[in-house]
Protein backbone atom coordinates (compact mmCIF):
# COMPACT_ATOMS: atom_id res chain seq x y z
CA UNK A 1 0.00 0.00 0.00
CA UNK A 2 1.35 3.34 -0.70
CA UNK A 3 1.73 5.80 1.63
CA UNK A 4 3.13 9.59 1.68
CA UNK A 5 3.21 10.89 5.16
CA UNK A 6 3.87 14.92 4.99
CA UNK A 7 5.29 16.64 8.15
CA UNK A 8 6.35 19.79 8.68
CA UNK A 9 3.94 22.35 8.37
CA UNK A 10 2.86 25.15 11.02
CA UNK A 11 1.97 28.14 11.77
CA UNK A 12 4.84 30.56 10.36
CA UNK A 13 5.48 34.89 10.58
CA UNK A 14 5.18 36.31 7.25
CA UNK A 15 8.68 36.11 5.55
CA UNK A 16 9.60 33.07 7.74
CA UNK A 17 10.46 29.79 6.27
CA UNK A 18 9.29 26.14 6.57
CA UNK A 19 10.37 22.75 5.52
CA UNK A 20 8.12 19.79 4.40
CA UNK A 21 8.83 16.72 4.50
CA UNK A 22 7.10 13.37 2.93
CA UNK A 23 8.16 9.86 3.79
CA UNK A 24 7.07 7.79 0.75
CA UNK A 25 6.75 4.17 1.37
CA UNK A 26 5.08 1.12 -0.60
CA UNK A 27 6.31 1.69 -3.97
CA UNK A 28 9.70 2.26 -5.66
CA UNK A 29 10.12 6.01 -4.57
CA UNK A 30 13.56 6.26 -7.10
CA UNK A 31 11.32 5.10 -9.66
CA UNK A 32 8.69 7.80 -9.53
CA UNK A 33 8.96 11.39 -10.53
CA UNK A 34 6.97 13.74 -7.52
CA UNK A 35 4.84 16.82 -6.88
CA UNK A 36 3.56 19.31 -4.50
CA UNK A 37 -0.08 20.79 -4.51
CA UNK A 38 -1.57 22.94 -2.45
CA UNK A 39 -5.20 23.80 -1.63
CA UNK A 40 -5.81 26.93 0.09
CA UNK A 41 -8.82 27.04 2.80
CA UNK A 42 -12.29 26.62 0.85
CA UNK A 43 -10.74 26.71 -2.57
CA UNK A 44 -9.07 24.67 -5.41
CA UNK A 45 -6.16 23.21 -6.08
CA UNK A 46 -3.39 24.36 -7.00
CA UNK A 47 0.11 22.75 -8.44
CA UNK A 48 3.30 23.66 -6.43
CA UNK A 49 5.99 22.15 -8.14
CA UNK A 50 7.42 19.07 -9.41
CA UNK A 51 10.40 16.99 -9.37
CA UNK A 52 11.66 14.01 -11.84
CA UNK A 53 13.61 10.88 -10.71
CA UNK A 54 16.95 11.78 -10.41
CA UNK A 55 16.14 15.45 -9.01
CA UNK A 56 17.30 16.84 -12.08
CA UNK A 57 15.00 18.23 -13.58
CA UNK A 58 12.61 20.58 -11.36
CA UNK A 59 9.02 22.56 -12.24
CA UNK A 60 7.76 25.44 -10.13
CA UNK A 61 4.22 27.39 -10.56
CA UNK A 62 5.44 31.45 -10.90
CA UNK A 63 3.93 32.16 -7.60
CA UNK A 64 6.29 29.79 -5.88
CA UNK A 65 9.35 30.31 -8.28
CA UNK A 66 12.34 32.24 -6.28
CA UNK A 67 10.65 31.22 -2.85
CA UNK A 68 10.40 27.52 -3.06
CA UNK A 69 12.48 24.81 -3.16
CA UNK A 70 11.88 20.90 -4.04
CA UNK A 71 14.15 18.34 -3.91
CA UNK A 72 14.47 14.46 -2.88
CA UNK A 73 16.70 12.10 -1.19
CA UNK A 74 16.33 8.73 -2.96
CA UNK A 75 18.14 6.66 -0.49
CA UNK A 76 15.92 8.28 2.21
CA UNK A 77 12.86 8.23 -0.09
CA UNK A 78 11.80 11.15 1.23
CA UNK A 79 10.49 14.38 -1.41
CA UNK A 80 11.10 17.85 0.48
CA UNK A 81 9.52 21.50 -0.09
CA UNK A 82 11.53 23.98 1.15
CA UNK A 83 9.63 27.03 1.66
CA UNK A 84 10.94 30.72 1.87
CA UNK A 85 9.78 34.23 2.53
CA UNK A 86 6.89 32.79 3.12
CA UNK A 87 3.49 34.97 2.35
CA UNK A 88 -0.07 35.14 3.45
CA UNK A 89 -1.36 33.84 0.00
CA UNK A 90 1.25 30.70 0.62
CA UNK A 91 -1.52 29.80 3.94
CA UNK A 92 -3.38 26.20 2.65
CA UNK A 93 -3.02 22.21 2.91
CA UNK A 94 0.45 20.92 1.30
CA UNK A 95 -0.70 17.87 -0.60
CA UNK A 96 2.79 15.36 -1.05
CA UNK A 97 2.09 13.59 -4.58
CA UNK A 98 3.14 10.84 -6.44
CA UNK A 99 3.08 11.22 -10.23
CA UNK A 100 2.24 8.19 -12.62
CA UNK A 101 2.28 8.13 -16.75
CA UNK A 102 2.86 11.51 -17.94
CA UNK A 103 2.44 13.86 -15.25
CA UNK A 104 -0.74 12.97 -13.47
CA UNK A 105 -1.31 11.96 -9.66
CA UNK A 106 -2.01 8.78 -8.83
CA UNK A 107 -1.28 8.70 -4.90
CA UNK A 108 -1.69 11.91 -2.72
CA UNK A 109 -0.76 12.05 0.94
CA UNK A 110 -2.89 13.06 4.05
CA UNK A 111 -2.06 17.03 3.21
CA UNK A 112 0.19 19.14 5.78
CA UNK A 113 -1.23 23.04 6.86
CA UNK A 114 0.69 25.68 6.63
CA UNK A 115 -0.10 28.75 8.26
CA UNK A 116 1.18 32.06 7.16
CA UNK A 117 0.04 35.27 9.95
CA UNK A 118 1.57 37.26 12.50
CA UNK B 1 -0.01 28.91 -19.08
CA UNK B 2 -2.99 26.86 -19.92
CA UNK B 3 -6.14 27.87 -18.12
CA UNK B 4 -8.58 25.25 -17.74
CA UNK B 5 -12.37 26.25 -17.05
CA UNK B 6 -15.29 24.39 -15.70
CA UNK B 7 -18.28 23.98 -15.79
CA UNK B 8 -20.97 24.85 -14.27
CA UNK B 9 -19.83 25.86 -11.23
CA UNK B 10 -22.34 23.74 -9.22
CA UNK B 11 -24.44 20.72 -10.60
CA UNK B 12 -27.82 20.06 -8.67
CA UNK B 13 -28.91 16.37 -9.41
CA UNK B 14 -30.58 13.39 -8.07
CA UNK B 15 -29.01 10.18 -6.90
CA UNK B 16 -29.74 7.67 -10.49
CA UNK B 17 -29.60 10.60 -12.57
CA UNK B 18 -26.81 11.16 -15.14
CA UNK B 19 -24.09 13.67 -14.33
CA UNK B 20 -21.98 15.66 -17.52
CA UNK B 21 -19.44 17.92 -16.71
CA UNK B 22 -17.28 20.01 -18.73
CA UNK B 23 -13.44 21.16 -18.88
CA UNK B 24 -12.52 23.60 -21.58
CA UNK B 25 -8.67 24.04 -22.40
CA UNK B 26 -7.76 27.86 -23.12
CA UNK B 27 -5.35 25.80 -25.87
CA UNK B 28 -4.68 22.07 -26.77
CA UNK B 29 -3.91 20.15 -24.42
CA UNK B 30 -4.13 16.93 -26.61
CA UNK B 31 -5.67 14.06 -24.75
CA UNK B 32 -3.16 15.12 -21.93
CA UNK B 33 -6.05 15.45 -19.24
CA UNK B 34 -7.26 13.72 -15.96
CA UNK B 35 -10.27 13.79 -13.53
CA UNK B 36 -10.50 13.95 -10.40
CA UNK B 37 -13.20 13.89 -7.29
CA UNK B 38 -12.37 15.33 -3.93
CA UNK B 39 -14.60 14.99 -0.82
CA UNK B 40 -14.37 16.95 1.83
CA UNK B 41 -11.94 16.32 4.45
CA UNK B 42 -9.66 13.85 1.80
CA UNK B 43 -7.58 14.17 -0.78
CA UNK B 44 -8.13 14.04 -4.11
CA UNK B 45 -8.46 10.53 -6.27
CA UNK B 46 -7.61 10.07 -9.87
CA UNK B 47 -11.00 9.05 -11.71
CA UNK B 48 -9.82 9.15 -15.44
CA UNK B 49 -6.40 10.12 -17.26
CA UNK B 50 -5.66 10.73 -20.87
CA UNK B 51 -8.76 12.02 -21.26
CA UNK B 52 -10.92 8.93 -21.73
CA UNK B 53 -8.94 5.82 -19.17
CA UNK B 54 -10.38 5.00 -16.37
CA UNK B 55 -7.85 4.39 -13.53
CA UNK B 56 -7.35 1.36 -11.40
CA UNK B 57 -10.72 0.70 -9.20
CA UNK B 58 -12.65 3.47 -10.80
CA UNK B 59 -16.35 2.16 -11.57
CA UNK B 60 -17.58 2.05 -14.94
CA UNK B 61 -19.97 4.67 -14.47
CA UNK B 62 -17.58 7.16 -14.98
CA UNK B 63 -16.04 7.78 -18.52
CA UNK B 64 -14.58 10.73 -19.60
CA UNK B 65 -14.05 11.55 -23.55
CA UNK B 66 -12.72 14.40 -25.43
CA UNK B 67 -9.55 16.01 -26.94
CA UNK B 68 -8.08 19.07 -28.10
CA UNK B 69 -9.67 22.11 -25.87
CA UNK B 70 -13.01 19.72 -24.99
CA UNK B 71 -13.52 17.74 -22.37
CA UNK B 72 -16.53 15.57 -20.94
CA UNK B 73 -16.51 13.85 -17.80
CA UNK B 74 -19.83 11.45 -17.52
CA UNK B 75 -21.27 9.71 -14.70
CA UNK B 76 -24.28 7.50 -16.05
CA UNK B 77 -26.38 6.90 -13.07
CA UNK B 78 -25.29 8.92 -10.12
CA UNK B 79 -24.64 7.24 -6.16
CA UNK B 80 -25.18 8.49 -2.90
CA UNK B 81 -21.20 8.77 -2.62
CA UNK B 82 -20.99 10.68 -5.98
CA UNK B 83 -21.42 13.44 -4.51
CA UNK B 84 -18.18 15.55 -4.49
CA UNK B 85 -16.39 18.22 -6.12
CA UNK B 86 -14.57 17.25 -9.60
CA UNK B 87 -11.61 18.41 -10.89
CA UNK B 88 -9.88 18.56 -14.04
CA UNK B 89 -5.70 18.40 -14.61
CA UNK B 90 -3.70 19.24 -17.88
CA UNK B 91 0.03 17.69 -18.25
CA UNK B 92 0.59 18.88 -21.53
CA UNK B 93 2.54 22.00 -20.88
CA UNK B 94 4.05 23.60 -17.72
CA UNK B 95 3.04 25.00 -15.48
CA UNK B 96 0.32 21.98 -14.79
CA UNK B 97 -2.71 23.12 -13.87
CA UNK B 98 -6.31 22.45 -12.70
CA UNK B 99 -9.84 23.67 -13.53
CA UNK B 100 -11.71 25.65 -10.71
CA UNK B 101 -13.17 22.82 -9.95
CA UNK B 102 -17.33 21.81 -10.43
CA UNK B 103 -19.40 21.01 -7.28
CA UNK B 104 -22.00 18.26 -7.25
CA UNK B 105 -24.60 18.30 -5.08
CA UNK B 106 -27.84 16.63 -3.98
CA UNK B 107 -30.89 18.08 -5.41
Known amino acids: EVQLLGSGGGLVQPGGSLRLSCAASGFTFSNNAMSWVRQAPGKGLEWVSSIRVSGGGTYYADSVKGRFTISRDNSENTLYLQMDSLRAEDTAVYYC???????????WGQGTLVTVSS | EIVLTQSPATLSLSPGERATLSCRAS??????LAWYQQKPGQAPRLLIY???NRATGIPARFSGSGSGTDFTLTISSLEPEDFAVYYC?????????FGQGTRMEIQ
Open chain 2, 27 to 32: QSVSSY
Open chain 2, 89 to 97: QQCSNWPLT
Open chain 1, 97 to 107: AKNWARWYIDD
Open chain 2, 50 to 52: DAS
